[in-house]
């Protein structure tokens, strides 16, 4: 039976269409601008190929990666994998019981108490009531969540929530699990039995399809992977090639994607054409917590003239869109009386001072006080776990959103007589 | 693993016809109950009457008509005390109007389950619909109540009773996948929706006794399946005129078309609903 597909993709591509048709809107503003339409016909929507002309088989009982930096189409062939959105083009075989976790505690009700949760939960993900009935105390043990599961869980502590989340996700037992990054979350310790437990459904048999941006991740649990980049599979094989590739287009892209970025905003004097990570002087993609990190910024000006009074700006956000680091040239006291028409100029951040995540990148420069050039979004920064304080120790993650240097120390106080009673 | 032979997914892309999609909700029927069940509970958790709210709405809004409409406007309740006859037609009244409204807006509160877990989508504004039920249950053991309090006396029409309230369940539940399906793409849709039910109000007989409309007008005012579900609710709690059967006839079909159209307009919209909401 080894040799037999669970999963199979020919030829999938998924198109998003942009501009006015996106999400949502007002019906007066459809109905307003269907009549101004009239007899001018439907003009040109821009579309977007998510996904495009994706093929790929994964043998039963394979546990196969699929990498590639945001915007590749991670995410989208997750969601069609896990049939959340059907595709445009081409087909997926699933042969065997889906289990899709594209984020645990989808469903969960905060007013509901842990138990019922893990049963509405359960069902959500596609168990049925006595399946849940029978695994349920080893759900809540492996939760560590015994004393509380009669508590609403908007009691609970974001540990524990994300804990019980999990376990249920974790006691899905399907013969296919589509795995995005959940191990992201949750501590350490937490991390290291999320991926215990994904080893254990590999090791039992199950198919695995892992999305990670987490490249050790990838590397421990996937023999086989997959490179995504801008829609297309742009290699599959042994996982250390793989990543290899990887590596190499994050690279690239940070070379080009920022000169051809559309959504910016700016009088154009100069703009930015590049934005690249370094640490002691090499290239990296995932830079490591309290180690140098530069952010270098290409630019280039309009008319290759030299740019009188620049300023430069580069500030980062949490995933959920927090300002965390706001980094200006100006403030920190660097004058750029006059640049050079095309330049890169470096951002040091010694010892980066960021808890392991995932942040964005703002980018933003002036030239005489009229911005020039901004670009939101302008990257993903994935920040890897490192000793910042130089303990030997991990920062626990979901405690700060800075690292700060800190000294502690004790001294004796001789304990002073308790004063009378007040107010008497 | 013998039985995944059995289980093949086929992930394409959507064809024009995809089917009513019966056969996948009444699979995941558990599901339906333990979300409906979740309404339930989420409503009336940390309430102070609890579910007696279900009690308390129905007598509420009959007090109120029965003060303004029956004693000072003096309108005509075919000779049962106004009370009552107002009662009779708020229970299934509530029960569309509440399970019409927490559709409409279910799939916009659902975005992020939508977006991240497949399951029948259907069930999200079922669900809603389905856990006023029990708050429909519960009115008409007070109704019942006080019919026997007011002394009025049912008719045989009780024994048709739950087809009046299967009537109401189709109509509620292809407006509210209309609506709702509807409100995925246009967010006033969620500012409309409590005037349309307003205006549903005075188009049915909640206040008033649906004998006022008479001649051809009362085919077209049975174009509303809630006028059917209102007349037979009274005739079986109280003995008023049975339901012409003309009108019950136009009714039914009427829910039918609504439950149809609804259906199809959210079926056809379900496979991109992740992309737009």
């Known amino acids: 039976m080894s040799g037999e597909v669970a999963v199979r993709a020919t030829g999938l591509g998924k198109e998003y269409r942009l501009g006015e048709h996106t999400g949502y809107r007002l019906l007066s503003e459809a109905l307003t601008q269907r009549v101004r339409r009239l007899g001018r016909g439907r003009p040109p929507r821009e579309r977007l190929w998510a996904l495009r002309d994706v093929s790929f088989d994964v043998p039963r009982g394979e546990t196969f990666g699929v990498v590639g930096h945001n915007g590749a189409g991670k995410s989208t062939l997750l969601k069609v994998l896990a049939r959340v959105t059907a595709p445009t083009e081409g087909a997926v075989e699933l042969r065997g019981r889906v289990g899709a976790l594209l984020e645990v505690g989808t469903g969960f009700h905060p007013e509901l108490t842990g138990r019922e949760n893990v049963f509405l939960n359960g069902a959500i993900l596609g168990m049925t009531r006595t399946e849940v009935q029978r695994k349920f105390d080893e759900i809540v043990d492996f939760a560590e969540v015994r004393r509380f599961v009669d508590t609403p869980v908007k009691r609970y502590s974001s540990g524990m929530y994300l804990r019980l989340a999990f376990a249920i996700a974790a006691h899905l037992e399907p013969e296919i699990l589509i795995v995005d990054e959940v191990l992201a979350v949750g501590d350490l310790a937490f991390q290291e039995k999320c991926l215990g437990r994904m080893e254990q459904a590999a090791g039992e048999g199950r198919t695995v399809l892992f999305v990670s941006h987490n490249l050790a991740a990838v590397r421990k649990l996937c023999p086989r992977s997959m490179l995504l980049s801008h829609g297309r599979k742009f290699a599959e094989g042994p996982t250390d090639a793989v990543l290899d590739a990887y590596v190499r287009t994050v690279r690239a892209d940070a070379a080009t994607g920022l000169r051809d970025r559309p959504d910016r905003q700016g009088n154009g004097r100069f703009r930015f054409t590049s934005l690249r990570l370094e640490s002691a002087g090499r290239p990296v993609d995932v830079p490591v917590s309290g180690r140098d990190l530069d952010v270098v910024l290409g630019y280039e000006s309009r008319d290759g003239t030299r740019v009188r009074h620049a300023t430069f700006a580069v500030s980062a956000y949490t995933a959920l869109g927090a300002l965390v680091l706001h980094c200006q040239s100006d403030v920190a006291g660097a004058a750029f009386a006059e640049l050079p028409p095309a330049g890169e100029v470096r951002c040091r951040l010694p010892r980066l001072p960021l808890p392991a995540g995932r942040y964005t990148l703002n980018v933003f420069g002036t030239a005489a006080a009229d911005v020039a050039d901004w670009v939101q979004r302008a990257c993903e920064l994935t920040v890897a776990e490192g000793d910042f304080f130089g303990s030997g120790r991990v920062p626990p993650q979901g405690h700060q959103t800075v690292l700060v240097d800190q000294s502690w120390n004790l001294h004796e106080v001789d304990a002073l007589p308790r004063p009378a009673a007040a107010g008497s | ?277």
């Open chain 2, 1 to 277: 693993m013998s039985h995944a032979a059995a289980s093949v997914v086929r992930i394409e892309p959507p064809r024009r016809w995809i089917g009513l999609g019966a056969a996948e909700l009444w699979r995941s029927r558990e599901l339906l109950y333990l979300m409906a069940k979740r309404e339930l509970q989420v409503r009336y958790k940390q309430s102070l009457f609890g579910i007696g709210w279900a009690i308390l709405q129905p007598l509420l809004y009959a007090f109120v008509f029965a003060l303004f409409f029956g004693r000072l406007a003096n309108i005509p309740s075919e000779g049962v005390p106004y009370t009552v006859f107002a009662l009779a037609a708020v229970v299934p009244w509530l029960f569309t109007s509440q399970g019409t409204a927490q559709a409409a807006g279910s799939l916009v509160a659902e975005a992020n389950l939508l977006g991240k877990v497949y399951f029948p989508r259907l069930i999200v504004p079922l669900a809603k619909i389905v856990s006023f039920l029990v708050d429909l249950v519960i009115a008409l053991a007070v109704l019942a109540i006080f019919v026997a309090v007011y002394g009025a006396t049912p008719s045989a029409g009780l024994a048709l009773m739950p087809l009046f309230l299967a009537l109401a369940f189709l109509t509620v539940a292809g407006a509210g996948l209309f609506l709702a399906t509807l409100n995925v793409k246009y967010r006033d849709v969620a500012i409309a929706v409590p005037l349309i039910v307003q205006l549903w109000l005075f188009a049915t007989p909640v206040v008033y006794p649906g004998s006022l409309i008479t001649g051809a007008w009362q085919y077209v005012y049975a174009a509303n399946p809630l006028v059917t579900v209102i007349d037979g609710t009274r005739w079986a709690f109280l003995s008023t005129d049975a339901p012409d059967p003309l009108s019950v006839a136009i009714s039914t079909a009427c829910a039918a078309g609504i439950l149809l159209a609804g259906l199809l307009y959210f079926r056809r919209t379900e496979r991109y609903l992740a992309d737009v909401v």
